[in-house]
């Protein structure tokens, strides 16, 4: 077996232990991919602009998200499915984060379900929401998310309608599911990943389960929440989950200053400026692009987290030196899970948290909240 030194290594890995099928879901985006190859090259394409004579003997890397605590500046942030790639993923994501000391957002979408995660964990977790056309399943997400004591809701804006993932739409990963028999013999010839999958808890959708009892297997859950979304999502809709929500509401999928602004006037009490990792809007702009503008817009009047293309901790230096409070990943951490459970996921979190002390120190940077004015910049032109 190869040595892995980076989150690159870990996707290597996830590639040869996952089928087809399964690695494709993860790791591709929507349409022509120009939105998710943008995350990453926008992210390569910023320069880091060191001081010397500075002491870093002592770093500080921890923040709030929230009011929760965060060893390092990231979130692990919402990820349908994740018991596709581990048994009982999502568990093993979250007591891998709990561990490590920073938030945990679970999918709505998810295999494991919210009441699972508490009984799992001690430390509240975070419960995205997808809204759905039927506002009595939303109220009751809202009701159990709140009785099983997550400490914050982040609701998803920009999945109103299904995007095209064409490797999905080819391998017949889409509801109603009908993988290609190819795909099939693909997963059979993975058998490690195929008997390890018999050990999960659960089979479904068991976080959509109780809303629609009557769906008792995959297939037609899957379609019912396929054909369920809320394409009329506008602010009253925010309004009345605010209105609902007694904690923390954390508004995920804005990229643009004038939505920010809308998000504070709403009562949010952080956004996440997110393009869905490049898996909705093909061509929207990179989120490290954005990212700037609308900091410096809503100031503190909301905090401002950032998603989109992180993939060490070199990423999350740049995202606070262009304004955001803290940083969330999805398929960095994913990658970990597929190539080895719980102990993959906490693979990839000390290999960012190392290469964020690493970039800190090397950069003459002391507090990773206040990397100074200047620091992240364009390359300088030759
Ligand atoms: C396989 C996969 C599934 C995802 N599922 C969800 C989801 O259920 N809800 C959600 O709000 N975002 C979801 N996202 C988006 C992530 O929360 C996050 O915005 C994105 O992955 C960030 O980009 P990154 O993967 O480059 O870190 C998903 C992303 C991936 C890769």
């Known amino acids: 077996m190869s040595v892995i030194v980076n989150v690159g290594d870990l996707r290597d890995r996830a590639h040869r232990k996952l089928p087809k099928a399964v690695f494709q879901y993860v790791d591709g985006g929507a349409y022509d991919e120009l ?27 921890a923040v709030t998200m929230v009011s929760d605590k965060a060893s390092m500046p990231m979130a692990m942030g919402p990820v349908g499915m994740c018991g596709m790639v581990w048994p009982n993923g999502e568990i093993a994501a979250a007591q891998a984060a709990e561990a490590f000391g920073i938030p945990f957002c679970l999918s709505l979408f998810s295999i494991n379900s919210m009441e699972d995660i508490a009984k799992a964990t001690k430390t509240p977790f975070w419960q995205q929401l997808y809204m759905m056309k039927d506002r009595a399943v ?10 099983v004591g997550c400490s914050a809701l982040v609701m998803t804006l920009d999945v109103h309608v ?5 490797a999905d739409n080819r391998n017949g990963l889409v509801a109603p599911l009908h993988l290609m028999p190819s795909n099939v013999a693909n997963m059979a010839l993975h058998l490690p990943w195929a008997v390890r999958m018999l050990a999960s808890k659960s089979q479904t959708f068991a976080n959509m389960a ?14 019912w929440v396929n054909n369920g979304l809320d394409n009329s999502i506008d602010t009253d809709t925010i309004a009345w989950v605010r209105s609902l929500w007694p904690r923390k509401l954390i508004l995920k999928g804005i990229m643009r200053v004038d939505d920010a602004q809308r998000a504070v006037d709403l009562g949010a009490d952080a956004i996440i400026v997110s393009n869905h990792g490049g898996r909705q809007l093909d061509s929207a702009p990179s989120t490290i692009s954005v990212l700037p503008q609308i900091a410096r817009a809503v100031g503190d009047q909301v905090e401002v987290f950032w998603d989109g293309g992180l993939r060490s901790g070199f990423d999350i230096v740049k995202a606070m030196g262009r304004g955001a409070k803290a940083c969330l990943s999805g398929r960095a951490w994913m990658y970990g899970l597929a190539a080895n459970g719980g102990k993959g996921v906490t ?13 800190l120190s090397l950069g003459g940077f002391t507090d990773v909240k206040a990397i100074p004015e200047g620091t992240v910049t364009a390359q300088p032109a030759l």
């Open 35 to 61: 939105t998710l190859h943008r995350n990453r090259e926008d992210l390569n394409a910023l320069a880091l602009n060191e001081h010397v004579m500075v002491d870093v003997s002592k770093l500080d890397t």
């Open 138 to 147: 939303n109220q009751h997400v809202i009701e159990r998310a709140d009785a």
């Open 347 to 359: 693979k990839a979190l000390n290999i960012i948290d190392q290469e964020l002390k690493d970039c």
């Open 210 to 223: 109780p809303e629609h009892p009557e769906a008792k297997w995959v297939i037609p859950l899957a379609e």
């Open 162 to 166: 299904h995007s095209q993932r064409w």
